[in-house]
């Protein structure tokens, strides 16, 4: 296995002319540096991370916590964080809390102990004392979906705007002439997608049926499950808001095993926009959340931290993205008349 030594040998340059012209610290003229990326080309030479890192101070090694990998929202995002963080030669160590604040209070005692060079955390699991009281180590820490907790405005925060999603997904099925509309999310981590239901429901002087309102884990099977407990309901929701399209699919898996047409019989909506939105059956209409955008100013906030710990975090305008909606086909206005 060739070494430093090697390429600066092959490159007729000094060993440290060879680190400079590969960690890009230094100035080195272009022919200088073209010769000894030559040299690591033909020598197959790859770079020693762990002492790289040991003169460095870092393990380039990135610690993220999701509530579960199984969910295309928060697979997607990773899959994009992976992405940019691998082009800056860090590794993303990934772990699920499952939702649970001790859990996620336990795996980030593990992490800690293991020398990562900052924290990514998504989905709200961490108990809100633990996280003020990291901010106050020396790792650098970003949060993201955390549903606008009042009590994380003092650290970088990257999220969606589930409130206006809530009311873009309610007054589509209002304006399509729905009034009884049913919804299914989680809670308390949905509560501002909740907000926006609720809000858009009582300016449009629509009721809101407390039996309309069915809890979920935000998985396919409790929107499975959470929908047959509406289709049971007298009288029947014409539409369903479900809090993701995880728990939209599972839904209209219920509404098509009981028989009944979506959207003719019942529309349902979702948030998000995961892929097999548009593949499901009839194609979901959805609030699109730009995840990709998100993916990209989290793990850049959070690299751009660790290089330089002195770095203030952006401003409060800057870390809550828009969504929009995505019309497809399982909405439509309502039957004159319901069975």
């Avoid at 272009?30 to 030479?45: C, F, K, S």
């Avoid at 308390?188 to 909740?194: A, D, Y």
Wanted: aromatic share 6%.
């Amino acid at each position: 296995m060739a070494t430093l030594s090697d390429v600066a040998q092959r490159a007729g340059v000094t060993a440290a002319t060879v680190s400079y012209v590969l960690s890009g610290k230094a100035q080195v003229k272009n022919e200088t540096r073209a010769r000894v990326l030559q040299a690591v080309e033909d020598l197959g030479y790859k770079p020693n991370l762990l002492a790289r890192g040991l003169a460095q101070g870092k393990t380039f090694t990135i610690a993220a916590i999701v509530p579960e990998i199984t969910n295309p929202y928060y697979a997607e995002i990773i899959n994009e964080v992976e992405h940019i963080a691998g082009a800056k030669d860090y590794h993303i160590l990934l772990a699920m809390s499952h939702g649970n604040p001790k859990v996620c209070a336990h795996l980030l005692d593990r992490f800690s102990s293991r020398w990562v060079d900052g924290f990514l955390i998504m989905g709200g699991a961490a108990n809100p004392d633990l996280i003020q009281s990291m901010q106050q180590t020396s790792k650098p820490l970003v949060l993201s979906v955390w549903e606008n907790d009042p009590q994380m405005e003092n650290i970088p925060c990257f999220d969606i705007d589930f409130y206006d999603a809530g009311i873009q997904a309610t007054k589509h099925l209002l304006n399509l002439g729905h009034s009884r509309i049913a919804i299914i999310l989680e809670e308390p981590i949905q509560h501002t997608r909740f907000g926006g239901f609720k809000d858009a429901m009582q300016k449009a002087q629509v009721e809101i049926v407390p039996d309309y309102i069915v809890s979920g884990d935000s998985s396919y099977t409790s929107g499975f499950a959470a929908a047959q407990k509406l289709l049971q309901i007298n009288p029947v929701p014409t539409a369903i808001f479900a809090a993701n399209d995880a728990m939209a699919i599972g839904a209209m898996e219920a509404i098509h095993q009981a028989g009944l047409a979506i959207p003719n019989d019942i529309s349902v909506i979702g948030v998000d926009d995961i892929l097999l939105a548009e593949h499901s059956y009839p194609p979901l209409t959805t609030i699109r959340t730009p995840r990709r955008q998100l993916a990209k100013l989290i793990i850049q906030t959070l690299l751009a931290k660790i290089e330089n710990p002195e770095l203030v975090h952006v401003e409060k305008s800057a870390m809550l993205l828009k969504p929009h909606i995505i019309v497809r086909s399982s909405t439509t206005p309502p039957k004159k008349q319901i069975y």
